[in-house]
């Protein structure tokens, strides 16, 4: 069935889905509606003010889920639960998802061996971490007649780095510079999202309190917050005179 004037439509239990936008209760237009319940029991077609007193007892909303049909589908359900899960889920999923970053490394026709050999390790190092490259050779001068040279330098960083990386972009030449864009193979590219992951996972752990409760203020066996009253300190005289005693 067709989104409603556009809308996503977002699966629900029970294979009914809900708009992101939809309406419900009062806004709800038909005069008849096919009611489905909470557990995805079907009540039938009811008028609307019978399909709007059964969500009333429950003490849920009537959602229009599927607009489109012949009378149009409502469930009823926990709007405000629903929308609250939902933008859970979201947030959740964005924590574990694994954001690519493109990185950039520069060099030179004439790029000496060790300076070659320290960004061929840096970009090893991106792409173990999931993120991209992009290797630019950067002609200046007369250099631009000998664009083999450059050629030959992306040739040594793809097979280098053949191990973790695979060409996702050609090299191209754009002005004085010529560039290719390498990206981590699949098996690399698996392992960084499989680490986001448990690093995600490690983080969510390690914000929840042990055993659901707030920790308590050290030493004094009472929430935080509380403070143990304190016998009050002797007077200095007092002090001298128990130290004198302890010393004999």
């Known amino acids: 069935m067709p989104p409603f004037r556009g809308e996503y439509l977002l699966p629900l239990s029970g294979g009914s889905h809900i708009a992101r936008d939809q309406r419900t209760n009062r806004r709800i237009r038909a005069r008849e509606v096919r009611v489905v319940g909470p557990e995805g029991e079907q009540l039938g077609v009811l008028p609307i003010e019978a399909a709007l007193e059964r969500a009333q007892s429950a003490g849920m909303d009537l959602v229009e889920v599927n607009p489109m049909a012949k009378p149009p589908v409502c469930k009823i359900m926990d709007y405000g639960k629903f929308k609250y899960e939902e933008k859970k889920r979201a947030s959740e999923a964005k924590k574990k998802q694994v954001v690519v970053h493109l990185k950039e490394i520069k060099l030179r026709p004439k790029t000496e061996e060790h300076d070659y050999e320290f960004k061929v390790r840096n970009v090893r190092r991106f792409l173990e971490e999931g993120n ?117």
């Open 132 to 248: 991209k490259a992009k290797v630019t050779i950067m002609f200046r001068g007369r250099e631009i007649t000998h664009k083999e040279l450059g050629s030959a330098i992306l040739d040594d960083v793809t097979k280098d780095l053949k191990d973790v990386a695979v060409v996702e972009q050609v090299p191209r030449m754009e002005g004085r510079q010529m560039f290719m864009i390498i990206a981590p193979n699949p098996k690399v590219a698996a392992r960084a999202r499989e680490m986001a992951r448990q690093q995600a996972a490690a983080a969510e752990k390690s914000d929840k309190p042990e055993g659901g409760k707030k920790p308590e203020a050290a030493g004094s066996g009472k929430p935080e917050g509380q403070v143990a009253a304190q016998a009050p300190a002797p007077a200095p005289a007092a002090a001298a005179l128990v130290q004198s005693e302890g010393a004999k």
